[in-house]
């Protein structure tokens, strides 16, 4: 399988969207990457549904909605109904995983699953036959420009072993301080998708 290409709408000039949107329609990107924060689960904000509805207008590419908030459930229709084809929630911020990733799947959308950087993946072990992605954050969750945490290879290399021994159907995201540097590196340790 080769690698998918989800950019995240967070790089954008905001000023600009409807041009950054379109650029990305343009390009050869799989899906587009949003990253929605709620200021208590992560320490920053991002965007709320009046952003993603506009998003959803314009974007040609599938949407790739990942959510750093606690109490996802409360909005899993309404991001349905807003356009996300994929949506992520973190593992540290669902108090019954199970529930709500099939809450995703019964509302038609592709479930993921994110891991903080210092979650370990063992943690997947009994929820992967039920999602359609992992999302391994490598980088502290929150704000941009971070570095690469290094230790993410080891941990990406891990997750591929455990998907690949049960012959899974699982892909492999990753997020944050991914780069022309590390992107073949990525891919070659077992990741599907970069944001």
Known sequence: MDHLVSPSLLAADFGNLQKEIQMVNRSVADWLHLDIMDGVFVPNISFGFPIIEHVKKISEKPLDVHLMIVDPDRYLTRFRDDGATNLTVQYEACTHL???????????????????????????????????????????????????????????????????????????????GIDTKNAAKLIQTGVNVLV
Request: glycine share 8%; hydrophobic share 40%; net charge positive.
């Open 98 to 176: 199970h529930r709500t990733v099939t809450e995703i799947h019964n509302l038609g959308m592709k479930s993921g699953v994110a891991l903080n950087p210092h979650t370990p993946v063992s943690l997947l072990k009994h929820i992967l036959p039920y999602i359609d992605m992992v999302l391994i954050m490598t980088v502290n969750p929150g704000f941009g420009g971070q570095s690469f945490i290094l230790e993410s290879y080891n941990k990406i290399a891990e997750l591929r072993k455990m998907i690949d021994e049960k012959k899974f159907k699982v892909l492999i995201e990753v997020d944050g």
